[in-house]
């Protein structure tokens, strides 16, 4: 019960700066964790043999978890998306590995599914700080990457003219 009340107080810490002081893409990483989280729950709610076999609607969940992850990663005009998709990457394997080998232990199943829960809470805040950071030092942020050919910008070092 208590690694519960820390897992939900970390959860609602780390959302909730996201939420509050967080740029487009925290805001984004945040509610795709914490639905991420909603559906998983109410997924493996009756769940009889909990991790002891595969868990179709926890893949599910964490697929879609990932695709949003990824495509945030691609966009986002920062470095830590791709730190919290990587760790998505694991946990969606960990179903891989379960339906390679029926056999292997429940617990190994469930710690590898889990296994970058607190590290992605613990980088979208990490990112949220550091947007705050260059807030206060530039004035400005930008939240989306723009290729320089859509967007006029000339690349930094300027024009070889």
Same mark, same amino acid.
């Given at each position: 019960?208590?690694?519960?009340?820390?897992?939900?107080?970390?959860?609602?810490?780390?959302?909730?700066?996201?939420?509050?002081?967080? #740029?487009?893409?925290?805001?984004?990483?945040?509610? &795709?964790?914490?639905?991420?989280?909603?559906?998983?729950?109410?997924?493996?709610?009756?769940?009889?043999?909990?991790?002891?076999?595969?868990?179709?609607?926890?893949?599910?969940?964490?697929?879609?978890?990932?695709?949003?992850?990824? &495509?945030?990663?691609?966009?986002?005009?920062? $470095?830590?998306?791709?730190?919290?998709?990587?760790?998505?990457?694991? #946990?969606?394997?960990?179903?891989?590995?379960?339906?390679?080998?029926?056999?292997?232990?429940?617990?190994? $199943?469930?710690?590898?599914?889990?296994?970058?829960? $607190?590290?992605?809470?613990?980088?979208?805040?990490?990112?949220?700080?550091?947007?705050?950071?260059?807030?206060?030092?530039? #004035?400005?942020?930008?939240?989306?990457?723009?290729?320089?050919?859509?967007?006029?910008?000339?690349?930094?070092?300027?024009?070889?003219?």
């Amino acid at each position: 019960m208590l690694k519960l009340v820390v897992f939900f107080t970390f959860l609602l810490v780390c959302c909730g700066y996201a939420w509050f002081r967080g #740029g487009a893409p925290e805001r984004i990483a945040a509610t &795709i964790f914490a639905v991420g989280t909603a559906l998983t729950i109410v997924t493996a709610w009756n769940s009889t043999n909990r991790f002891g076999s595969f868990e179709l609607g926890i893949f599910v969940v964490d697929l879609a978890c990932l695709v949003g992850f990824l &495509i945030l990663a691609l966009h986002a005009e920062r $470095y830590w998306p791709l730190w919290v998709t990587a760790l998505q990457i694991i #946990g969606t394997a960990g179903h891989a590995m379960k339906l390679a080998d029926p056999d292997t232990l429940g617990w190994a $199943y469930a710690f590898l599914l889990a296994f970058g829960t $607190y590290p992605m809470l613990a980088l979208i805040a990490l990112g949220t700080w550091r947007h705050q950071r260059r807030l206060a030092l530039h #004035g400005a942020d930008p939240s989306w990457s723009t290729s320089s050919a859509r967007s006029g910008r000339v690349p930094q070092g300027g024009p070889t003219a």
